[in-house]
């Protein structure tokens, strides 16, 4: 029994012993294994590290991609402007590219020049008692000599062959005034006519010469140095007004005409279309306003150092226009502040620009549907106008309408489609800029009297820009002022068919055309 329960004590004894080195075996794989856990976390944080710091690059990469697509899209974009697509001006088309002349005449394929079968114009011959001057063509040529047999017995046979010649000759002259004194006979007064305030000096330039240099400087776009050269050049030198003197002449032709211009904002209000337009010209290094308002038959100029709503109000036109007058502009939205009375027009040769310029950047369909739309809609106008067709069907309106509808909803997927690509950002303010004011685009449809383009007043400021060229800038803005005071008075003559020279003329001795004048329907 003693030795059985020993041996049960060995057993037991070495049962603990094992059972202990188990223990310690198990600790130690417990401690390995959260070793290995906390490996095992360690590595997939670095890997989430990782993971996040190579997305982050590659996102970092995509988006520099994205943004070297934009710019090539972009600079892709810029070089394919033209007319077409922007307002830019033939003029600056890029070297090697085709000018684009954006109007709606189509090519006939016809050479250039007169066309077969088309009569030829000739200066006619002037009425005998129109002739200033007879010259001679004679015997007095060296060489001269019979054709035929180089003989030089010859006598005059009373014939002779005719050619007429228009020129112009630059007379300079020279006018003495005299101003006769009297005396009263009841009071013994001595007292003299009267003297004409542009007779001032002892001795002035005359209002031909006056003339001249306002027309150079103003609608020539001559500088005022180069007036002077070339009025020295065309009097032989006698007459070489200074660049000063130029400059003189302009304060005061604006400051006499002071009294037009405001007669002319009363007959402007007046008007029940009035087409407005400003670009940015440079005013002793600034950028400032060169602005137009008008019709057919006036052209009223203002300038001011800043495009703003307080230029516009200074101008006082907008303001006085009532609901029944209509005007036509290039989508400028002040013309929608709550304060104005009047209908808006929207030029659609912009909207156009503006659809050839999406389809140009997007490469999306919908803007080119939309441009041979109206333009399809403005040539069948113009046709109906031709045959005097006063308006358009209630069925042709609406098919229109219908089709614009397919354009813009068609414009709106196209954009979903690719909202990141370059020129999406402005598809989708041109979609709801056409949406918003639709009224505005199309109401030409609905009356003939209307018009669909803004270029009157494009073609009022063309002068401006080439002065631009030419001048650079002005020197203050009295100096842009005094040209657009001037520029409204000769524009306004010639579209009434007053010669300019004439008009220039009566302005420099001090009686120039009144608006009464101009707009009488006698004249």
């Not at 972009?74 to 033939?90: L, M, R, S």
């Not at 017995?153 to 112009?168: A, F, L, M, S």
Request: overall charge neutral; aromatic content about 8%; glycine content about 6%.
């Amino acid at each position: 029994m003693a030795k059985y329960t020993g041996n049960l004590r060995r057993d037991f004894d070495k049962a603990t012993a094992e059972i202990s080195k188990l223990k310690d075996r198990i600790l130690g794989y417990q401690e390995q294994v959260s070793s290995l856990r906390e490996e095992a976390r360690r590595l997939r944080i670095a890997k989430d590290s990782q993971k996040e710091k190579y997305e982050g690059a590659l996102a970092e990469k995509d988006a520099i991609i994205k943004e070297l697509q934009n710019r090539l899209a972009h600079a892709e974009a810029i070089k394919n402007h033209d007319g077409t697509n922007t307002g830019t001006p033939t003029s600056q088309t890029p070297p090697g590219k085709k000018k684009v002349v954006p109007n709606s005449r189509r090519d006939s394929g016809r050479k250039k020049g007169g066309q077969p079968g088309h009569k030829k114009h000739f200066l006619t011959e002037p009425d005998e008692s129109e002739v200033t001057d007879i010259v001679g063509h004679g015997d007095d040529s060296e060489g001269f000599a019979c054709p035929v047999c180089s003989g030089r017995n010859y006598v005059p046979t009373g014939e002779c062959e005719t050619k007429y010649e228009y020129d112009v000759r630059i007379n300079v002259v020279k006018i003495r005034h005299e101003f006769y004194y009297y005396k009263c006979q009841d009071c013994g007064t001595v007292f003299r006519s009267a003297i004409p305030p542009q007779l001032k000096e002892g001795a002035q330039y005359g209002s031909t010469l006056q003339a001249l240099a306002l027309s150079l400087v103003n609608t020539v776009n001559a500088p005022m140095n180069k007036t002077s050269m070339f009025l020295s050049g065309i009097t032989g030198g006698e007459l070489s007004p200074c660049e000063g003197y130029a400059a003189k002449l302009q304060g005061r032709a604006a400051k006499a005409l002071l009294q037009f211009r405001e007669d002319l904002r009363l007959q402007l209000i007046t008007r029940a279309i009035v087409y407005w337009d400003d670009t940015v010209v440079m005013i002793n290094t600034n950028h400032a306003c060169f602005r137009f308002y008008g019709d057919e038959s006036i052209a009223y100029y203002t300038a001011h150092m800043h495009k703003d709503m307080e230029s516009i109000d200074d101008d006082n036109i907008l303001s006085l226009l009532t609901s029944g007058t209509k005007t036509m502009h290039d989508h400028n939205k002040v013309n929608y502040n709550e304060k104005f009375s009047f209908d808006n027009l929207e030029c659609n040769q912009h909207l156009q620009r503006d659809c050839q310029k999406n389809s140009d950047d997007t490469c999306h369909t919908w803007s080119s549907d939309l441009k041979e739309l109206i333009t399809a809609a403005i040539s069948d106008r113009n046709g109906l106008i031709a045959r005097e067709t006063p308006a358009f069907t209630d069925a042709y309106i609406a098919d229109f309408h219908q089709k614009l509808d397919r354009a813009l909803s068609k414009g709106w997927k196209e954009n979903a489609a690719e909202p990141d690509n370059y020129g999406a950002s402005f598809e989708r303010t041109l979609l709801r800029r056409i949406a918003e004011y639709r009224r505005n685009y199309f109401m030409w449809l609905e009356d003939f009297g209307l018009p669909t383009t803004n270029n009157l007043s494009e073609r009022g400021l063309r002068g401006i820009k080439s002065r631009m060229k030419i001048s650079g800038q002005f020197e203050s803005v009295t100096a842009a002022d005094n040209h657009a005071v001037i520029r409204t008075y000769i524009e306004t003559c010639r579209r009434n068919g007053i010669n300019e020279i004439n008009a220039l003329q009566r302005l420099s001795a001090g009686s120039p055309y009144t608006v009464s004048e101009i707009f009488s329907t006698s004249h």
